[in-house]
């Protein structure tokens, strides 16, 4: 099984800086993409960043020059640095992996994982 595990979410004023970790696990080949998205209350998920396994970067208009995506393979973690946090960032963020998972020993499956969600809180 592949399993998707986020930390760092807390409580943080507004102007502050939280930093965000995805540790992927399991029978993990390769991970196409790895990316953030996040559920405010009463809204939808919406893609906050993502990256390639080739290092191309994507954000949302919305925290452009503040996040930061990045990725460290060797340990199958993702990870996002946000900085001049905003009340307007409060959610819950998610991780997403699209990835190739090993069936046997020569034969894998790509698919999405998602992890359990942290909660992200700034108050102003």
């Known amino acids: 099984q592949v399993q998707l595990v986020e930390s760092g979410g807390g409580l943080v004023q507004a102007g502050g800086s939280l930093r965000l970790s995805c540790a992927a696990s399991g029978s993990i080949w390769r991970i196409n993409v790895m990316g953030w998205y996040r559920q405010a209350a009463g809204k939808q998920r919406e893609l906050v960043a993502d990256?390639?396994?080739?290092?191309?970067?994507n954000y949302a208009d919305s925290v452009k020059g503040r996040f930061t995506i990045s990725r460290d393979d060797a340990k199958n973690t993702g990870y996002l640095q946000m900085n001049s946090l905003k009340p307007e960032d409060t959610a819950v963020y998610y991780c997403h992996a699209n990835l190739w998972k090993s069936t046997s020993m020569v034969t894998r499956v790509l698919g999405d994982y998602w992890g359990q969600g942290t909660q992200v809180t700034v108050s102003s």
């Open positions: 990256i390639t396994d080739g290092g191309s970067t």
